[in-house]
């Protein structure tokens, strides 16, 4: 029988302390035994709340760094109706979700009602083993960005981080397997 985890991606306008909006979810599932991953979810979606003020400082920034539009949002599901069939998704990963930052998505999925079985983030796990020099007057590791992880694991395979949710989930489940 297979081992699925769920990887989970967001983008959102801005962080969730300042009153940012999730505008993309993307979910895969990695088979922890094969390395197998397969998309489960995907959609750009709206809040409520989500206005024209969301293209400019200081939420503007998913905008002006991927090709995710103001129109496809607009044009989108609201998430609140599909927050049944996310939970349900979420429910079918026995063994948990995890995220690459889990620390900025998950609380914006626990905001929004979702709850789920969390595993180590990916990020931090990768952490020592990519073991970038550390920031200035710091002495562990920095963090590696998705980007410089994929390039410890996969020096042969160059790749740029979309900031598209399924895209970025896709790639961040490759980087947990490893």
Request: with cysteine; charged share 25%; aromatic share 12%.
């Amino acid at each position: 029988m297979s081992k699925l985890i769920g990887i989970v991606d967001i983008e959102t306008t801005g962080f969730l302390k300042n009153g940012g909006l999730i505008v993309e979810i993307g979910i895969v599932s990695l088979d922890i035994d094969t390395g197998k991953v397969q998309p489960v979810f995907s959609s750009v979606v709206k809040e409520d709340g989500f206005s024209e003020r969301h293209l400019n400082e200081p939420y503007g920034w998913i905008f002006q760094n991927s090709d995710l539009t103001y129109d496809e949002v607009i044009k989108s599901p609201n998430l609140e109706d599909l927050l049944p069939q996310i939970q349900e998704i979420c429910d079918s990963f026995e063994y948990g979700l995890t995220a690459f930052n889990k620390k900025f998505d998950f609380p914006f999925l626990k905001d929004r009602g979702l709850k789920f079985k969390e595993l180590s983030c990916i990020m931090l796990r990768a952490t020592p083993i990519v073991n970038l020099p550390p920031n200035f007057g710091y002495t562990e590791p920095k963090w590696p960005s998705v980007e410089e992880a994929w390039a410890y694991f996969f020096p042969e395979r160059p790749y740029e981080e979309k900031h598209r949710a399924l895209d970025d989930a896709l790639h961040e489940a490759e980087i947990a397997y490893q």
